[in-house]
């Protein structure tokens, strides 16, 4: 196992590139202050990763856990990434020990891209048939990310035609103060109203006033300019 990881981290440091990695720290807002700060990059490019997912897919769990504590982000874009297609070609009990690495290790996902990527295909999927409360548990977290997780999430259910824990959790963060979330939570309204207009819209009408204005625009993106500007003055009844 450590001379697979070992040759999987040099293959990351010798497609490292420090004008990438640059880019991607402030990209990503790694300074003091950021969102993500003190996150590490090698600098190295999205199909790049990619390819080494492919051939890494096998590497057993607690490889992949101590990818997953790496403060390098491609190393847990990598965990992240090597689990999602596990998870897609396991069986139940391999899916609930995927889930299980996934959580255990939540901390770490930690940055938009890793939360936005991998929320709905692994701890959203595992939920479809299963109790969904620790979504709730999620989105009452201190921790934005964790929040960001609940979510994202349910774009497992949303893309099956089940709004329920979608609007309940924008509810429980309605008033969230970080922009994270709030972008979050419109999108994923938004993705509801791509299948769903009239659910969107019964939500909408009964919070939008409450809502904050970024979340608002992130769910109202795709509607007609005179019904999103309607919104916008707070006109709609």
């Known amino acids: ?25 402030r990209f990503f807002q790694t300074g003091v202050g950021g969102y993500a700060e003190g996150d590490q990059f090698f600098g190295i490019r999205v199909p790049v990763l990619r390819q ?28 992240i990434n090597i689990l999602i297609d596990q998870y897609r070609r396991g069986d139940d009990r391999a899916r609930m020990r995927i889930v299980d690495c ?6 770490y996902v930690n940055n938009w891209d890793l939360v936005d990527g991998s929320a709905h295909h692994l701890l959203g999927a595992l939920l479809v048939t299963r109790s969904r409360r620790i979504l709730y548990r999620l989105a009452r977290s201190r921790n934005f990310w964790k929040r960001r997780i609940a979510i994202v999430a349910t774009m497992a259910f949303i893309t099956r035609g089940e709004y329920a824990d ?15 979330i709030q972008k979050a939570v419109g ?3 938004r993705e509801v109203g791509k299948r769903a207009r009239p659910a969107e819209e019964e939500f909408l009408r009964a919070h939008y006033r409450e809502m904050p204005r970024t979340m608002l625009r992130y769910a109202i993106e795709r509607f007609p300019e005179a019904r999103r500007q309607a919104y916008l003055r707070g006109t709609v009844t």
């Open 1 to 25: 196992m450590h001379s697979v990881l070992r040759d999987l981290r040099a293959e990351l440091r010798a497609a490292a590139c420090p004008a990438r990695a640059a880019i991607a720290q």
């Open 52 to 79: 080494l997912v492919r051939r890494y897919r096998n590497l057993p769990i607690a490889a992949v856990e101590e990818l997953f504590c790496s403060p390098m982000h491609e190393e847990r874009f990598l965990a």
């Open 102 to 107: 996934y959580l255990r290790n939540i901390a």
């Open 166 to 180: 979608t609007f309940a959790i924008a509810h429980i963060l309605l008033r969230d103060p970080h922009d994270l």
């Open 187 to 189: 999108w994923m309204l």
